[in-house]
């Protein structure tokens, strides 16, 4: 069975790095594109950028491009998501998900982070 | 980058009344559009592939069609549980943009 599990809800404040994983299993890890979409509070989906584990290539968002870090383990099979130095507008709903070329086919529950001073 | 537009942006409608969403990209995508149901506190669920496609497991009374630009996805006879909002992404080129959403209320 196909899932991806990703790390709890964390509290931050302004300034302090974070950084949030997916863990995959259930097919092959390094074999499919994961991608990262944020969803701030009550808002839609924001594409961020996606990974392929089996040779890192990563492609950001430009909006989101220098602002975030994506990277992935494939010996853990997980990706991460993180920041150096968080702003309170990165409050929001993090999910992964595994991309195959016709969608996304599975999603983490995802992570929610608040930063709060 | 390639926009989506969704309309509308919000729909109130009765069980067993046959909704339409539509979805117009910037620019032809053919068919590389997917829609997307997200439940209220849930993850998204891929619902359409290629514009048409229905997924494994989907009720027959979801179905997809379009290409170029215009698509649309029509719910025959809406159930309690259609009660969402739904997104479409193109996927023809990166960045992979989301529609803004429709959020589908069960009158």
């Known amino acids: 069975e196909v899932q991806l599990v990703q790390s709890g809800a964390e509290v931050k404040k302004p300034g302090e790095s974070l950084g949030i994983s997916c863990e995959a299993s259930g097919y092959s890890f390094t074999s499919y594109w994961i991608a990262w979409v944020r969803q701030m509070p009550g808002k839609g989906l924001e594409w961020m950028g996606i990974?392929?584990?089996?040779?890192?290539?990563?492609r950001y968002t430009p909006s989101f491009q220098g602002q975030v870090t994506i990277s992935a383990d494939k010996s853990i099979n997980t990706a991460y998501l993180q920041w150096s130095s968080l702003r309170a507008s990165d409050t929001a709903i993090y999910y992964c998900?595994?991309?195959?070329?016709?969608?996304?086919?599975?999603w983490g529950q995802g992570t929610l982070v608040t930063v709060s001073s | 980058d390639i926009q989506l537009t969704q309309s509308p942006s919000f729909l109130s409608a009765s069980v067993g009344d046959r909704v339409t969403i539509t979805c117009r990209a910037s620019q032809d995508i053919r068919t590389y559009l997917v829609w997307y149901q997200q439940e209220p506190g849930k993850a998204p669920k891929l619902l359409i592939s290629?514009?048409?496609t229905l997924q494994n497991g989907v009720p027959s009374r979801f179905s997809g069609s379009g290409s170029g630009t215009d698509f649309s996805l029509k719910i025959s006879s809406l159930q309690p549980e259609d009660s969402a909002t739904y997104y479409c992404q193109q996927l023809h080129s990166y960045t992979y943009t989301f529609g803004q959403g429709t959020k589908l209320e069960i009158k």
């Open positions: 290629t514009a048409s």
């Open positions: 990974i392929y584990p089996g040779d890192s290539d990563i």
């Open positions: 998900a595994r991309l195959k070329t016709d969608g996304a086919d599975y």
